[in-house]
């Protein structure tokens, strides 16, 4: 059934790639993520780069806000690796001025019972 459809034009892989090029690429997907989709629908891989062609031009619009996103997390996960460190140091001086405190107060103890 298969050979008989793709006899008559009715099944044609490249026609196929193409489309899902231009349905998506529509959507603002860029190359990579169309590559992703023609992979997902079983397309031939000596299909992709024709189908490609089909994108729009100026596409790519979803590619470059999912790249400016996780840009965006790399930042943010910089920042709070630095901000952890920040206070782990704040963290390690509040022990050691309460270590120094407990000193003093034991330094002064024993000096107000010596002076009795």
Known sequence: AAEWLEAIGALNDAEYAAALARHYGGMGYGPARVR???YEKGI???????????LPEGGGQVDAFLQRVASYVDDVNQQNSDLNYKIKILADKIEEYKADEENIRTTARGTSSDGK
């Not at 031939?44 to 089909?54: F, K, N, T």
């Open 36 to 38: 992703e989709k023609l």
């Open 44 to 54: 031939p891989r000596e299909l992709w780069e024709d189908a490609l062609e089909e």
